[in-house]
């Protein structure tokens, strides 16, 4: 859930961002450029939350399906 709730939200800042900051955030001059580069990067290497919506449905789905149920075991 962590990595899909950060996949999704590291995206959407760094473009929020660069928005804020308009033409200087392409520059050299300013982080923003490499926070938005990096969340895509992040996303191409560790998957985006698409990614790992599937790959939670099918945990769940598994569990279910054996019986266990949806809560971790303690």
Partial sequence: MAKIWCSDAAVRVAES???VHGGIGFTWE???YLYLKRAHLDS???GDAR???ARLAAVLRDRVE???GIRPDP
């Fill in 17 to 19: 961002a660069l928005q």
């Fill in 30 to 32: 300013a982080d923003v």
């Fill in 44 to 46: 191409v290497s560790f």
């Fill in 51 to 53: 990614h790992h919506r």
């Fill in 66 to 68: 054996s019986g266990a």
